[in-house]
């Protein structure tokens, strides 16, 4: 919430330096060199904010080569083509970070070394992908239930909506146009049953569940 905060502060800042520049001076190339100085100072300094909190969030449960490089890998994928260095101190376990953007912008910090990283992200995980039943039914026939399920944070309106999504996705996918063009039905009975599990899981549903909750009827799917 802060953040979306801060980005409409800069936002109508900058809304407002439109208005006042250029009845500040006459002189319009210098009102555009001073807008563009100051939206550059803006987005230098959130990049500085972004990095400060990815060295205070990033794991490094060890100094071993692989842990760096996918600290690396993480730099390179949240900061671009910037030159990235990590230097490991073994003795105050703490790798020094250096980030050289192709703008001539710089940052550098430090990560600490957390032993215990990888164990509370696995247990974090493992909250996450927490399932709970979701029985679903087709309008026309609802006495024909399918015992899906969903994780726990998504309500049944939300995973309903992930399971329309899946399904036209897989009809879209390489395999649904190749069972298509194979005159298998476009139907859900038969979506449900060639799905691949990670496409359902990818989306925070799951084929089977034994326990049932009140059903939820799904909304036809159109034929294309």
Request: net charge neutral.
């Amino acid at each position: 919430m802060k953040n979306e905060t801060k980005k409409t502060t800069e936002a109508q800042l900058l809304d407002l330096l439109k208005k006042v520049l250029p009845k500040a001076t006459h002189d319009a190339q210098l009102a555009g060199e001073i807008y563009q100085a100051i939206e550059l100072e803006l987005k230098a300094k959130a990049r500085g904010s972004a990095f400060e909190k990815f060295c205070a969030k990033v794991e490094l449960p060890d100094l071993e080569p692989q842990s760096i490089e996918e600290v690396k890998t993480q730099l390179a994928a949240s900061f671009g083509q910037g030159d990235v260095t990590l230097k490991p101190n073994r003795k105050d376990k703490t790798l020094a970070v250096e980030v050289s953007l192709t703008d001539g912008t710089q940052f550098s910090g430090e990560i600490k070394v957390n032993p215990n990283a990888g164990v509370e992200a696995s247990e974090e995980q493992e909250i996450t992908l927490k399932f709970v039943p979701f029985p679903v039914c087709l309008p026309d026939d609802k006495e024909l239930v399918w015992l899906l399920g969903k994780r726990e944070n998504l309500s049944p309106e939300e995973a309903g909506i992930a399971l329309t999504k899946a399904e036209t996705e897989f009809w879209a996918s390489k395999i649904g146009q190749k069972l298509l063009r194979d005159r298998v039905e476009r139907s859900f009975p038969e979506f449900i049953a060639r799905v691949p599990a990670g496409m359902l899981n990818e989306l925070g549903l799951k084929r089977h569940y034994k326990t049932p909750e009140p059903i939820k009827p799904l909304r036809a799917l159109r034929k294309g």
